[in-house]
């Protein structure tokens, strides 16, 4: 049983590092790219947010997937910052994102 447990533990460690390091290879080399090859490649955005200094947008996708098994719902939020020039200058991700 201790043997178990600690397979266990270790495959969850594993899997919270790998996470984060799968997402920035997938999403870092955007920065510095034209928000509209972004969009062209991602399809239009589900919003957009003009920031109250007047220098910046945020562009935000929303995916929701539904669960087969038990009807649940997973929203994963994408927001890129982006400048006056159109320049994605960074990104931030919440909730259920995965990279497949």
């Avoid at 790998?18 to 999403?27: E, I, L, N, T, V």
């Avoid at 955007?30 to 955005?45: F, Q, S």
Wanted: glycine share 8%; charged share 20%.
């Amino acid at each position: 049983m201790k043997k178990v447990l600690s397979i266990l533990f270790i495959s969850i460690f594993l899997l919270g590092c790998y996470g984060p390091q799968k997402m920035a290879r997938a999403f870092d080399p955007w920065i510095g790219k034209d928000i509209n090859t972004l969009v062209e490649r991602a399809g239009p955005p589900t919003k957009i947010f003009d920031m109250p200094n007047g220098k910046q947008k945020i562009y935000t996708w929303i995916h929701t997937a539904y669960s087969s098994w038990d009807g649940s719902r997973d929203d994963c939020v994408f927001d890129w910052t982006v400048d006056n020039s159109g320049l994605v200058k960074s990104y931030r991700y919440n909730g259920s994102c995965t990279i497949k």
